[in-house]
């Protein structure tokens, strides 16, 4: 059974728009979240991440939003641009542990 | 920068291949990782390794096995390649966690199609 979920497979979003993905985990025990973005013919590569200590985390137009309460994040992409099209992943793993959980991705069109 | 290398970008082999798939990172971590990606199914966990020699099974091990003589270095194995293991196989390594936590870096992929 799958702990971490993204429950929209794709996204269209119009440029300079807010892109807003969203991820569910199920595991209490996770403590640190981390978004991951992939082109097509590349391996992902880390965008945000944010510890289960904090509810928000900024990083230029990247914000990522936790509510621990609901296992919910949100990574919030303002303004969106086309170069943002990619497939994001987000992951869960717990303190101290090596292995991460992923979601099934979302895949981002930012239209220009 | 962490640079993880897979020693083949596509790849196509038969049913019933033995095949091999290579990964070299260079930033001395002490964790690597295969996993698979498919669509709707996100990233699974096949295999990683700690160390040198030490491996462990993850979500799905089954008709894979790992090999992890150097530290830079983790194959996987497809003992006999069947079609339904046609997918695109992702090496990652990291470094171990300790009292903190630690992103994994990604080699580019290898699409591997069985036929």
């Known amino acids: 059974d799958q702990q971490v979920k993204q429950n929209s497979p794709s996204l269209s979003v119009q440029e300079g728009r807010i892109s807003i993905l969203n991820c569910d985990y199920t595991?209490?025990?996770?403590?640190?979240f981390l978004w991951y973005k992939k082109y097509p013919a590349e391996g992902p590569t880390f965008l945000i991440s944010i510890s289960s200590i904090k509810d928000k985390n900024e990083d230029g137009r990247f914000t990522v939003f936790l509510n621990k309460s609901a296992k919910h994040l949100s990574l919030h992409i303002v303004p969106s641009q086309p170069g943002d099209s990619a497939v994001y992943f987000c992951a869960a793993t717990e303190y101290n542990f090596n292995k991460f959980y992923f979601g099934s991705g979302t895949k981002l069109n930012v239209k220009p | 920068d962490v640079k993880v290398t897979q020693s083949s970008r596509y790849l196509v082999k038969r049913t019933g291949e033995k095949v091999f798939l290579e990964c070299v990172q260079d930033m001395d971590h002490e964790n690597m990782f295969w996993y698979r990606q498919d669509p709707g199914l996100g990233l699974r966990l096949i295999y990683f390794s700690y160390d040198v020699k030490m491996k462990e099974k993850g979500d799905i091990p089954e008709g894979y096995s790992v090999s992890r003589e150097k530290k830079e270095r983790f194959s996987l194995i497809l003992e006999s390649a069947s079609t339904n293991q046609t997918s695109m196989y992702l090496c990652?390594?990291?470094?171990?966690?300790?009292?903190?936590?630690?992103?994994?870096?990604f080699g580019p992929g290898t699409r591997l199609t069985v036929l």
């Open positions: 990652a390594s990291s470094l171990v966690s300790s009292g903190s936590y630690n992103e994994q870096f």
């Open positions: 595991n209490s025990m996770f403590d640190y």
